[in-house]
């Protein structure tokens, strides 16, 4: 059974940096892709970012583009998020997750999430101060 470990939320300032952390352990690799989502009290689930296992394909969303840069370590078989200039909006907890999908393009979220296959029970982002 795949299991699914989120780390490095945390309180930091407006303007300035987090890097997230997925390690994926268990199981057989049975999906395509890994990604980031996040979910506010107040705001619907977002996908922010994934990565594809096979090409590394990437995709964000319009809110992270130019702030986030999702990257991948094959041999500790964990992803990264890196987050840069964030914002109150950026505020939420985040989650890692596996997809069977392979999404491209503007609905990449929309394909990820409904081959969402494992997560974990997220790291808190708090943008304050």
């Known amino acids: 059974q795949v299991k699914v470990v989120e780390s490095g939320g945390a309180q930091v300032q407006p303007g300035g940096s987090l890097i997230l952390s997925c390690t994926i352990s268990g199981g057989t690799v049975d999906y395509s892709t890994i990604g980031w989502f996040r979910q506010a009290p107040t705001r619907a689930r977002e996908g922010v970012s994934s990565?594809?296992?096979?090409?590394?394909?990437?995709n964000y969303a319009d809110s992270v583009k130019g702030r986030f840069t999702i990257s991948r370590d094959n041999y500790q078989n964990t992803v990264y998020l890196h987050m840069n200039n964030v914002n109150s909006d950026d505020t939420a907890r985040y989650y890692c997750?596996?997809?069977?999908?392979?999404?491209?393009?503007?609905?990449?979220?929309?394909?990820?999430?409904?081959?969402?296959?494992?997560w974990g029970k997220g790291t808190q982002v708090d943008v304050s101060g």
């Open positions: 997750s596996t997809s069977t999908a392979n999404p491209h393009g503007s609905t990449w979220w929309t394909d990820f999430y409904y081959g969402m296959k494992s």
């Open positions: 990565i594809s296992v096979r090409d590394f394909s990437t």
